[in-house]
Each structure stands twice: as structure tokens, then as C-alpha cells.
């Protein structure tokens, strides 16, 4: 096995992911002599993970911490228990039709990959159309991120967050071909939010469209287009490797609705008063 398959896989917000490796070895009862020899590092590389110094985590030291029960999705993320034990005693009074909302998508059993600047705050990672076929099949592995282009945004700073191409017109006038979208890891049916945009990554094709949560219901997900023009589509939950809600669009089209309805009235005006002038002087 390659390195890059049991070494170095993760990155992650660093600003608060040592304080939770920090809280979750202090509350495992370990000393960094232990965690040491769990994960197969030296003491000083613990030292150097706990205080932030350490950027390149080995993904033995997720492994040792998910072998003692501790939630990844809290590790990576802050959200939600320390203890997967935890996490599940708080839906085990739900319903059976309830916890078909707690559904996992499938590439949220993988590493999740998060990419961070040399300060260690979040940084965002750049999907260009011409890379999306690969985005598909190679979205967690770690070499294929790491060449991509990053950018940073001041309220983008603490979270797992990458932007997307868009290509098309199947979300017109919401998002128009050629925009960037900037989109949030979304790792279980739970969170998702009826009504708002997500970029969804299948095994074979990445696209950006507004949900229905139809799990309960349906076992489905409806997409749907802002373009009238489009039908509604199902996707099942088992089939999406990635879901990403949407929280930013960057674009470099400056088109308005306002504006090209303006537009177009002078112009039927100015073409209104030129067939006039061409039927009066016709009639002289």
C-alpha cells in the first residue's frame, strides 16, 4: 500500500480540529505516551497535532480515535457528539420514518477531505468543468485535491467548503452557465433543506439543481431546475457520493432581470418609433 493511502489523507480546519484531538485523547484517559503508540508516531508529532503545528494528519490517528467509538463527523466537523454511542441515543426514541432522514450518503463512509491554508484556516478548493468527469471518481483522494486551485473567503473560514463550475442553463436566472458556486459538505439526508440549491457529485455526473426531500415518503431525492423548461428528476440517497449546499455565487455575468427588462422595452420603443417614421414617410 502507498503512502498516500495511510498517511497524510486529511486535512482539515486546524484553527479547532487539535482542540478536539486534544479533548477527545484527554477523554479517552490516554497520555501522549499511549496515543503514541496507538497511532504508531512519536510523542513529539502529538505534541505537534495538539497545539496546531501539525497540518498533515496521518489517517492512523482517525483510525485509533474511531477503534475507542469517537464520532469522525465530530472530530472533522464539530458538530453533533463526541461518541458515536451518543450521537446514536439521540434519534434511538425516534421513529422508524424519522431516522429514514438520518440516512448517510455514500461518500460520507469515506475520509472526508478538507483542505485548509498555511494558517490552517479553511480553504476553498476550485472543481473546474474540465475536471469534473475525474472530480467523480477521484473526489477523496488526497493528490487529485491537493491539484487543485484554492481560494479564500472571509466568512468561508471554518467549515469543509469547496466551489464548483457550473455549466448550462438548467438554473437560469439563479445561477447562469460559467458561475462558480460555493457549496458546504452536507454528510447525511438530515441536514438537507427543502427549497435550497446543493451541488450533488454521483458516480457520474456532478449537477446543481434546488431538493425535495421526498426519503420518507418516496425513498427518493426530487431535483428540481429553476428553469421551467426542466423536469423534475429523482436521485436515490444511495447513489450520491457528495452533496454540497450552496452558500455563495461568484459570477462574471452582470445581468439583471430589472435591468434586461429595461433594456428590451427601450428597444421595442426605439424600434416602435422607427417603423413609425418609415410609415409616414411611405404615406407623403
Known sequence: MTE?????T????MESLHERLKACRIKLGYNQQRMAKDTGMAQKDI???????????????FQALSAQG????WVYTGKG?????????????????????????HGSRRVELVTVDKEGRSAIS??????????TALCHDREFIEDLAVFSLPDFQAGNFRAFE???????????????VVGERVNAASQLKDGAIYVIVTSGNIVCKRIRNQIERRGVIVLQSDNAEYEDQTLEPESIIEMWLVRARLTKDFRSTQAAVRFYG???????????????????
Open 47 to 61: 505534541s505537534l497535532i495538539e497545539s496546531g503545528k501539525r497540518i498533515h494528519i496521518p489517517v492512523a490517528y
Open 4 to 8: 498516500r493511502h495511510t498517511d497524510y
Open 70 to 73: 469517537i464520532d469522525m463527523n
Open 166 to 180: 457550473i455549466m448550462g442553463d438548467s438554473m437560469e436566472l439563479t445561477v447562469l452557465s460559467q458561475d462558480w
Open 81 to 105: 457528539e463526541m461518541f458515536l454511542k451518543d450521537t446514536l441515543e439521540k434519534y434511538k426514541e425516534e421513529s422508524e420514518t424519522n431516522m429514514a432522514r438520518t440516512v448517510s450518503f
Open 126 to 135: 476550485m472543481v473546474p468543468i474540465r475536471a469534473s468527469a475525474g472530480y
Open 10 to 13: 486529511l486535512y482539515a480546519n
Open 266 to 284: 427601450e428597444e421595442i420603443r426605439r424600434l416602435e418609433k422607427m417603423n413609425e417614421s418609415l410609415v409616414a414617410m411611405r404615406g407623403s
